[in-house]
């Protein structure tokens, strides 16, 4: 190959490196894999993860007992039968209604008082929405694992497209130091520096070729999916938000939607419905009854019965009652405790979120630039024989890693972005 051959196959090995970054040319030879895009991957989860299909269980099982709460208890029945058998019985032993001196039939219905039942049905309600608060906290963290598992998935199937990609060229250019070293005008090291780092590029595509299967094996898991399910070999991350994330905004949409801030007002709710209720039972409850008598085959008589509870136990009320207040008061502190704790999260993912931001804007508008200037400048001098074949390989790892840093700081934004999400419990 001749010196104008060199050129052109350097020229080649320089277009090939100015291709559009993140371009995905696999074909998907298996079918119907899922994950074009990590929204097809949470639906998949809202349907078919177990946990979150227990927990709708358990919040319909909640549901079904608040009206239990605020029902009345069952009322009893009590039958009697008098002198139905001994001496002085007056149709011996005959245990039959009616028979001896008359059956008696005694109803009773026990009726909490002082508004009792509405705070019972207040308690369930507020169980209610704590286990609603409970399957909001998972499936927010079960979205967020996803995601992360997601952008780590593009992350290496990314990675090692950028590397075959490499890795071509670095054959083209091996080519050429062949031709350039048949014609004595490039030493045989500049050949073996080439398949040097054709070499290590080829170990770095196994390490991410693990990866990949990693992150595989941990998104089929977390969506319930069997180990040999496909997984979509072109995966694209989400657009980011337009706006720039505003933390004043963010924390009071966290006082508003955060899942563990929602769970721990529920359950102050509880434990003041719990408290009162308490409370209440300083006063008696009364149950009422009505007795009628049968004799022979007609209604002889009738009885009415109120019976009420002595509470008189009054250090065991006490007790009971400081109880409930004090766990009413641990509710509070816990709540404000998560509420301190999740603010703090919100701005430590923030200014990872914005750092990420700057990193990748840096990267596209100044690194990447600059690396492919030299590069351009080595590629020149290379050809002129005033650079050597290392500082043209230099200059083509530093677009390289600058590549890699780009994906990279976009996987960190969208890392970034899912804990945001969780944290402030929608989508941004």
Known sequence: MNTNNSKIMLVLTLSALMLPRLTWAEVVSSSNPIGANVQELLNWADTHNPELAAMRYETDAASERIAPAGALPDPML???????????????????????????????????LWGKRDLRKEFATAELEQFKGRRLVTITEINARIKNAYAQYYQTIGLK????????????LEAVTRVRYASGLAPQQDAIRAQVEKTMLRSEVINLETEQQQAKARLNAILGRTQDALLSTTPELRRLPAAR??????????????????????????????????????????????????????????????????????????????????????????????ANQVIGELQENLVAFEAAEKQERLIADTLLPQAELTFRSALAGYENGKVDFATLLDAQKAIRLARQGQIKARVEQEMRLAEIEKIIGEEL
């Open 161 to 172: 497209k950028l590397n075959e990609d490499i890795l071509r060229l670095l054959e083209d």
């Open 78 to 112: 009590r039958v009697e039968f008098m002198d139905f058998a001994g001496r002085d019985a007056p149709n011996g032993f005959n245990p039959f209604p009616g028979k001896g001196s008359g059956t008696k039939y005694t109803f009773m219905q026990s009726i909490p």
């Open 245 to 338: 994330l505003d933390s004043a905004v963010l924390q009071e949409k966290v006082a508003r939607t955060n899942p563990l801030l929602a769970t721990e007002s529920a359950q102050i709710l509880a434990a003041d419905a719990n408290k009162r209720l308490v409370e209440k039972n300083r006063y008696p409850d009364v149950t009422l009854g009505i007795a009628p008598t049968q004799m022979g085959s007609s209604i002889s008589g009738w009885e009415a019965m109120v019976e009420v509870n002595l509470p008189i136990r009054f250090d065991t009320r006490r007790s009971q009652e400081s109880e409930a207040t004090a766990m009413l008061a641990a509710a509070k502190k816990r709540r404000q405790e998560i």
